[in-house]
T-cell receptor, first 115, second 115 residues
């Protein structure tokens, strides 16, 4: 069965610091990759996604992620965080056909940005 | 444009009871997925409904069942509740299953507490 690991469970940064959140998955076949974000008091929403093509994906609010197939990784980055980036971040993988396209989420990373 | 809605917001049940949670998908979406999110964990996939049939199922016992209606809304039923079923239950919709390639739009969730 596929699994998703998010290495950093809690991250605390100051505004303007750079961010990188790690995400590794276990499935070796075709994958669809996502980062979702949950701002305080809001629903889970999509930050960015990768299906195919350019492995460097740009999302909303200045976030980007790079798919490195050889490392089974899909790390999330932002060059300069803002206080408003304080949220819970989830990496998700949808693998198939062997994975039957069952979505698997990581346990999440809580990011706190101090002003 | 209404997003994904869920009811009720909160629910308290006793062990052994049964519960029904409801979800209306985002306008234009016909695929509904249900997730269980325990405290401090990422969402865990329960099952997905499309064309009123269960298409995919995660690793959950038969006590968890669902239904999708012709208007695409869905119900999640849990029988013989256990203390471990206490969690946030999320509903997500997407425009057709799309072999896992579509982003999912999440509702606010139903917080179930089993005592």
């Amino acid at each position: 069965a596929q699994s998703v690991s998010q290495h950093n469970h809690h991250v605390i940064l100051s505004e303007a610091a750079s961010l990188e959140l790690g995400c590794n998955y276990s499935y070796g076949g075709t994958v669809n990759l996502f980062w979702y974000v949950q701002y305080p008091g809001q629903h889970l929403q999509l930050l960015l996604k990768y299906f195919s093509g350019d492995p460097l994906v740009k999302g909303i609010k200045g976030f980007e992620a790079e798919f490195i197939k050889s490392k089974f990784s899909f790390n999330l980055r932002k060059p300069s965080v803002q206080w408003s980036d304080t949220a819970e971040y989830f990496c998700a993988v949808n693998a198939g056909p062997g994975g039957s396209y069952i979505p698997t989420f990581g346990r999440g990373t809580s990011l706190i940005v101090h002003p | 444009d209404a997003g994904v809605t869920q009811s009720p917001t909160h629910l308290i049940k006793t062990r052994g009871q049964q519960v029904t949670l409801r979800c209306s998908p985002k306008s234009g979406h016909d695929t509904v997925s249900w997730y269980q999110q325990a405290l401090g964990q990422g969402p865990q996939f329960i099952f997905q409904y499309y064309e009123e049939e269960e298409r995919q199922r995660g690793n959950f016992p038969d006590r968890f069942s669902g239904h999708q209606f012709p208007n695409y809304s869905s119900e999640l039923n849990v029988n013989a509740l256990l203390l471990g079923d206490s969690a946030l239950y999320l509903c997500a919709s997407s425009p057709e299953p799309g072999q896992g390639a579509h982003e999912q739009y999440f509702g606010p969730g139903t917080r179930l507490t089993v005592t």
